[in-house]
């Protein structure tokens, strides 16, 4: 069996300062929603750059990540941060 290539569910924040970004990182170490398999690639909010956070996963673990999106939504909800732009991997 060949392993296949990890896929990723990206989020645009636009507008997210760098506190807010800092503390939408804090609380989503902090939740098992996002434990192992599953990687969270951040990066910060830059000029002329959006925040961007990503859930990476192998598509056998596609049930946690699509959980974790889910808890990712209500967390960012709760730090009043609009997702502008999601971007799921569909079928190939």
Known sequence: MTDQAPLGIAFTLVGVDELTFTRILRDLM???????????????????????????????????????????????????VQVDDVIVPGPA
């Open 30 to 80: 902090r939740d098992p929603a996002f434990r192992r398999p599953l990687q969270v690639q951040a990066q910060e909010p830059r000029p002329g750059a959006a925040a961007r956070l990503t859930l990476v996963f192998h598509p056998r673990d596609q049930a946690l990540a699509v959980t974790a999106m889910q808890r990712l939504k209500t967390l960012l909800l709760r730090h009043e």
